[in-house]
């Protein structure tokens, strides 16, 4: 019975996690959602293997996959990265109420203190 329960909850998941992928297809349209779900599937791999990567890392990394900034600029891994972070932990937290993914973008993303970088 307990493998039975194990097996539903892990069911239950992956169905909750088909339908907010679906959901997120739905929001690429926007290219600040697009960086924001590419952020949040990044941070899933990092806290997944215990990994974190700082803001610099990220500004790296974006500019590497072709993202850009509002203004069609190459990230600085300044003020703006870390802004990004913040956000694409609120749309997480608050506006798509998935309180454990945000979880992910808190952990994974560090600033060069290695304080949290949503904060």
């Given at each position: 019975m307990f493998q039975e329960m194990e097996f539903l909850c892990f069911y239950n998941?992956?169905?909750?996690?088909?339908?907010?992928?679906?959901?997120?297809?739905?929001?690429?349209?926007?290219?600040?959602?697009?960086?924001?779900?590419?952020?949040?599937?990044l941070a899933i791999f990092l806290h997944s293997h215990n990994m974190i990567m700082s803001g610099e890392e990220l500004a790296?990394?974006?500019?590497r996959n072709n993202f850009s900034t509002n203004r069609n600029t190459k990230y600085k891994g300044k003020r703006g990265i870390y802004k990004l972070i913040k956000q694409t932990w609120k749309y997480l937290s608050k506006d798509l109420k998935l309180k454990e993914?945000?979880?992910?973008?808190?952990?994974?993303?560090?600033?060069e203190n290695g304080n949290y970088a949503y904060k």
């Open positions: 998941k992956i169905m909750v996690n088909q339908l907010i992928l679906f959901h997120l297809q739905t929001l690429k349209s926007n290219k600040m959602n697009e960086k924001k779900i590419y952020i949040w599937k790296k990394h974006l500019n993914e945000a979880e992910h973008v808190a952990l994974a993303f560090v600033k």
